[in-house]
DNA sequence: CGGTATCCGTACGGATACTG
DNA sequence: CAGTATCCGTACGGATACCG
């Protein structure tokens, strides 16, 4: 029901993997993925990408707002790591009060469209994991009867 | 030259954003988005659910070999993890030496192909990104000059 | 306004030893 | 073999104070 529908497609994504796996040369040791998962393990950028794709351009604190319960420190050091790697904007003008805009970058809302569809997918199986979630609570209850 | 081969997806895209960023009833406040972005901040469980994607069933050593650099302490939690969220199945058999099988879950290798998709990105946009580090390292150098 | 600098608690994860 | 229990260091992130 879930295994047909992918046909030739299947060895395609085997292939992939193998790509993905692959030791010295392959995606996960120079940049790639342990990089991008490191953006997506840090608390606030995911959250800042979306807001940023949400609005459009943001002044520092503008986007303070939004993120929520984001802390100052915490939200120069996160675009200042989206910054470093390219996928957000960050333009400074000489004023006094000094004002700074950020902005996704071309490469910012490509990503942006991967989150999405991360989101996407998470909203659309949240169901099955909270029921395992639930499951799982109630397996845990009979197993240690001498916890409650 | 990049936003032109989207039309009408823009207005989908920023639907859907709005969708994640709407406050209670939205995706990040119950389970979605935020407990998916944990499954992929832990250091290990991406790893793992490729490794597991890759080989089919493995037994718990098995896979240990597998996911380099991995404890037996962080592979046991990320395990209990995964299978909690109902994306990895533990089969045990209670024999001696005891053996205990481990593979994705329908809802697993699901989410497998959003790493995949994540990880395609990843290779594809790892040239800009690394380029941009360059770049950002560069123009630190230039903005502190007594640090060399 | 948009940051730094500093301090400090906690949570994550590694190493090691022990167990059914 | 496949764990659990314990200890312990570090890195992440919050709070606060200060600066151009």
Redesign the interface.
Known sequence: M?GTIVDSQQDS??K??????EPTPG??A????R???DR???KWS??SI??L??AGTLRFNELRKRVDGISQRMLTVTLRNL????LVNRRMYPEIPPRVEYELT??G???L??L????????H??D??????E??AAREQEAVPGKW
């Open positions: 879930d994504l085997q992939k993997l193998k790509k993905i796996l995606v996960l120079p940049c790639p993925i990089d991008i998962l997506l393990s840090d995911a959250l979306f807001h794709g949400d910054e470093r790697d390219g071309a490469l809302h490509s990503f469209r991967q999405i569809e991360l989101g996407e997918w998470a909203a199986h949240s099955p994991i909270m029921k395992a979630r499951r799982y």
